[in-house]
Structure formats: C-alpha cells, structure tokens
C-alpha cells in the first residue's frame, strides 16, 4: 500500500477512533427521559402508568391514562469531571524511550448546563385501543478540553446528539392485561476532534476532525399487567444500527507526515444496545406507593468500531463493552389531592472497560439520589418538579494509542485519574383533556 495511504488509514483509525461516538455508556445513555420518573430515580419505570411519558418506558402501559394526555418539559444536565494527569507520555521515532506529554488538567469539558428536551401525548382513541407519540434524545455528549490538554491525543472535542421519534399504539386485552408498541425514528449526529502528535514534540501538534451523520429505525415493545394496588411492566427496546457517513480532516502535519493532510470521506457503524426493563409498583396504602425497576443493557454486542475510509484500509479499534445494569427503588406520597411527593435511589453500573478507558468518555460506576414534588394545579393541569444527584465513582485511565505506519509510529499513552459528578434539575407540564 502506498505510504499515502497507510497513513490516511491509520490516521483515521487513530482520530476517529480514540473513544469516539459509540462510547454511549452510562451518562451517554441519557436514562433521563421524563421530568416526573427523575424525581424517583426512574423507579417507576415500565409499570407506573402515571404519565404520558411512559410511552417511552413502556408504551403498554398508556391504557392507564384516560382520554388525551400530554406532557412537555426537559432535564438541565450539570455535569463535572476533572482529568489530573497521571504521567501521560509519548514515543519518539528512533528513541529508545518514551517522553512526557505536558499539558493542562483539560479545565471543566461540560457545558455548565445540557439540556434534555422531551415530549409525549397519548389519546384513548377507543375502551381498548391508545395511540401516542414520543419525542426525545436518548443518547448524547457534549464536551470540550483545552486545546493543551495532557490528553488532547485522546480526545478534545465531543458532540454528539441523537434525535428520537417514538409513535405507538397500546391495546388492552384484558381489564388486567395490555400490550404496546412503537417504532423508533432515529436520527445521530457527530463531531470529533484530537490533536495528533508529530514525529518531533518539538513542533506544532497536528489536527484531527471527524463529522458523521444517520438515521435509522428501531422498535420496542411492551406487556403491562394490574390487580390494582399492584402493577408490573416488562419493556424491551431493540438496539438500533446506524451506519454513519461523513469526513474526517487531517491538518497541520509536518515533515513525511504532510502527505496525510486533507479531507476523506469515511463511514462507521454505530450499534446502539438492546435494552430490558422489568418495573414493579405497589400501594402501600391509599396514598404511599413503592416502585421497583431493574434494567439490563445489552452493550457486549458492542467490542469495536470499524472505520472505513474511501481511500486505504478499514481500521478496527478494540474497547470490549460489558453488559451493564441498572437498580432503582423509590416512593411516592399524596400529602393531599393536590401535591404528591417523591423520592428515590439508583445504581448505575458502566459498561466501560477499566482495561481500555478514554478522557473521551469519563464514565464510572453510578449512583443517583433524587427527590420530586407534582402539584396538580387543577383536574386537567400539573407541574412535576425534580431534582437529582449522580455520584461517578473515579476510575484510572491508561490508554495506548498508535499513530502512522511503521517506521514513523508514534504512540502516545494517556494516564489519567477521572473524577465527576452531576446534577439534574427537572420540570414538566401535564395536560389532560
């Protein structure tokens, strides 16, 4: 192969694939898709049946609500992580040994605030039958390091976004038992950017720049069952393949390394993971309800990612995702006919590999506490308010990446203690017609 062209090919495997877009894993999966469920840590889940926004969680359920509903609202997403640099270093073409990458701590990469917009409308079109529709952004990341970043290697710029549209039918078999569904619309966008290391650390890093973009389509499915004081649900929600296309800008090489610059078009997979939720809820007591929810993510399909550039060789990066869970228990409180209140707890396992971690993705074990109120300002109107915080537990980073064909690799090792934490602010309105 051409010296061009292996160093396109490994130029896109080493930018694009320097924990890029898939790494959608705990706090990327973004679990916070109603304002009223963030109040008790998503307890509620595939069985609450309260709100329009179970045709997310389990669209099954939309047979416990009445005539037309509608819910609109979002989460403001505040989240902080800190990289300290743990010896992060760097090869040299000819040089027996590695030497230190200097830099910065990256500053605070989130947005002060990131919003997750939602909305759901159901309509009871029959005594058996409900249609709905589901607008959300389940998957997304936006982050950015100082441009001298110990890690810029690794990454610097992240943003990714994906655009969910969910219509769905519910149909009730029995006055205990119902069945629903929906099709899932999805649209993914990314943009990636690194730095690239030079065969001298005497000169000016290069830059790197990845852009992609799908749509595809999903389904989901769902089984809700009542006695009445109790209620369970079991949702299950197809893991969605997109192929994104796009380019990726190479710029700022030098010496050998400058044939490199320029733009190519590249393509990749992006396989989203199947998700399982088992929910149960239960009256304690006229007022006082308990909720349980366990869900399991299908996140080992995901081993590697797969870029293909139009000129030179596929390349594969390795990042082995593990199945992950999630367990959350809460409860909720009329204290009158008008304010309910709520609260509840949740762990968030990661499916991240502590062998292969990224700054692009600085992910952690989880744990959520939350609490919320709604108060129903009339038969037809109520305002659900909710607050939430995520404890990330911290996590090591020693990450090896390799850039250009031999004789002129470089590889640049990124070492790293994460740390981070986020808090979630919530609101949305509920109208019933």
């Keep these: 192969m051409p010296l061009r062209r292996r160093l396109l090919a490994s130029l896109t495997f080493s930018a694009a694939l320097a924990a890029p877009f898939p790494a959608l894993a705990g706090g990327f999966y973004l679990q916070e898709q109603s304002p009223k469920e963030t109040g008790r840590a998503l307890s509620g889940g595939a069985a609450a049946a309260d709100d329009p926004s179970t045709i997310y969680f389990n669209p099954a359920a939309m047979t416990e ?5 509608t819910s609109v609202g979002g989460v403001a997403l505040m989240a902080f992580a800190h990289q300290s640099n743990r010896g992060t270093t760097r090869t040299v073409p000819g040089l027996p040994v590695q030497v230190p990458v200097s ?10 605030v990131i919003p997750i917009p939602s909305g759901y409308v159901s309509a009871q079109i029959t005594d058996r039958l409900w249609l709905g529709l589901g607008v959300n952004a389940p998957f997304g990341l936006k982050l950015e390091y ?22 769905s039918a519910a149909y009730r078999v029995t006055d205990n038992l119902s069945i629903g569904g929906g099709v899932d619309v999805q649209y993914v966008k990314v943009t990636l950017t690194n730095a690239l290391p030079q065969l001298s650390p005497l000169l000016a890093d290069g830059h790197a720049k ?10 989901n499915a769902g089984i809700f069952y009542t006695t009445g004081d109790t209620h369970f649900g079991v949702h299950y929600r197809s893991g969605i393949k997109h192929h994104l296309t796009g380019t990726q800008t190479i710029s700022g090489l030098a010496g050998p390394l400058a044939a490199a610059n320029g733009s190519v078009d590249a393509t990749a997979p992006l396989d989203l993971p199947d998700i399982v939720t088992v929910s149960m809820t239960h009256s304690l007591t006229p007022k006082l309800r308990a909720m349980l929810t366990g869900r399991w993510y299908n996140w080992s399909k995901f081993k590697a990612i797969a870029i293909t550039p139009e000129v030179g060789s596929p390349s594969i990066k390795e990042l082995d995702y593990h199945d992950s869970y999630s367990f959350s228990a809460g409860a909720e409180y009329d204290v009158s006919p008008a304010l309910t209140v709520r609260a509840g707890t949740m762990f968030d396992r990661t499916p991240t590999n502590n062998q292969l971690l990224t700054t692009r993705v600085p992910d952690g074990d989880r744990v959520w506490l939350s609490g919320g109120a709604t108060w129903n300002i009339s038969p037809a109107f109520a305002l659900n ?38 808090d979630q602010v919530a609101a949305s309105f509920t109208a019933r017609f």
């Design 385 to 422: 308010l909710s607050y939430a915080h995520t404890f990330v537990e911290k996590a090591n980073i020693i990450r090896p990446d390799s850039y250009f064909p031999a004789p002129a690799t470089v590889t640049a090792t990124t070492r790293a203690l994460t740390t981070g934490n986020a």
């Design 103 to 112: 830099g910065g701590d990256g500053g605070q990469p989130f947005e002060s």
């Design 210 to 219: 990845v852009e992609g973009d799908d749509w595809s389509v999903g389904w």
């Design 65 to 69: 609500l009445p005539g037309i509903q």
């Design 146 to 167: 100082d441009d001298d970043f110990f890690g810029r290697y690794d990454s610097l710029y992240t943003d990714l976004k994906t655009y969910n549209i969910q219509p």
